[in-house]
């Protein structure tokens, strides 16, 4: 049999987050690398998986979802975006966000089609892009402010143009679209001809009383989107590794010829203990903003009079930070120190982009309980 000489991804190693999460638990390090809690999710929600496990639902679910999981998204959606998407042919429930981003991709990008993807960006989108054949075209986002350049943007797109990728809340940079960033994409979208896929997981995690503009808001930018979410950032539960995708039934039909020969179904008894707490229980991700605030607020604060700087998130559960008052260190190596060394696991942000700044920024997740902030913090203020 011929030797496999190199496969589709022979130029990425292991995930940043294997590998920070694998040197934390080496170090025994607090680990604030990893985006997710180290808190339960809510008992109630739990208790309806005890429920179902028990009472038949452990069966293949639909292949675009349980159905009750999808009535849910949709009244969801009309409550707080104003958008009513059919559950029967715009909805389709994934084991997770990360394959619904993959579906999207994979079923509109062809080979040599571009996509515009903002630098820094989540680390599974540009692997998605080339396994598909695709080509990447990173546009690098404002620092340090991480804004979207839009003029930058509109100077990268052509007929080969097939999809630019949104992430609103900004994994790594905290950032939200604004009003602004919507009327620039609007303008874009009527100019030229390209599909959008809008990440948006965490958003239900919005701060000082800002409202997330989902792309489901804006009809005219709606027709031409996939929007993606996450249950696991929602309610603390990312090891169910259950997401969703709403989108224009044109572009779900093509969605689900991908799905359905991917993974085709998604867990049965975490979905339907899911719609039961979406309907019972809806002022959880109404409230999620505000819970999430106060630890963005009381890690900020407890690291205010330390030499790192920050600036308040936006969004998401992630707070970036610049180090330079305290490393000459490039922010991979920072990160190793800081995790070997000092006993706290963070990332460093250059892996997030394809021409790293020398801006000496790395970041932390303050999904944690806040003890587990406070211990870090005093680690952290010694440096």
Known sequence: METLKSGKLAGFGASIFSVMSHLSDKHQAINLSQGYPDF?????????????????????????????????????????????????????????????????????????????????????YVPGILLNGGVPVRVPMTS??????????????????????????????????????????????????FLVISDEVYEHIVFDGKEHLSLMRFADIFERAFVVSSFGKTYHVTGWRIGYCVAPEPLMNEFRRIHQ??????????????????????????????????????????LKDSKFRLRPVEGTYFQMADYSEISDENDVDFARTLTIEHGVAVIPVSVFCQHPSDDRVIRFCFAKEDETLVRAATLLNRL
Not at 146 to 154: K, L, N, Y
Request: hydrophobic share 35%; net charge negative; charged share 20%.
């Open 144 to 193: 340090p402010d991480f804004r979207i350049d839009w003029q930058r943007v509109e100077e990268c797109i052509n007929a080969r143009t097939r999809v630019l990728m949104i992430n609103s809340p900004h994994n790594p940079g905290g950032t939200c679209l604004n009003d602004e960033d919507i009327n620039a994409l609007r303008r874009l979208m009527s100019q030229y001809d």
């Open 40 to 124: 339960e999710g809510p008992q109630a929600l739990r208790d309806r998986v005890s429920h179902h496990l028990n009472h038949g639902h452990n069966q293949y679910a639909p292949m675009p979802g349980v159905t009750e999981l999808r009535e849910q998204i949709a009244i969801k959606s009309n409550t707080i975006y104003g958008c009513s998407p059919d559950p029967e042919t715009q909805i389709t429930v994934t084991p997770g966000a990360t394959e619904a981003i993959y579906c999207a991709l994979t079923a509109v990008v062809s080979n040599g089609d571009e996509v515009v993807v903002m630098d820094p960006a989540y680390d599974t």
């Open 261 to 302: 020969f991917t993974n085709f179904s998604t867990n049965t008894p975490l979905s339907h203990a899911l719609a039961d707490f979406m309907r019972d229980c809806p002022e959880f991700h109404l409230e999620l903003g505000r819970f999430y605030q106060a630890k963005r607020d009381l890690f900020c604060d407890l």
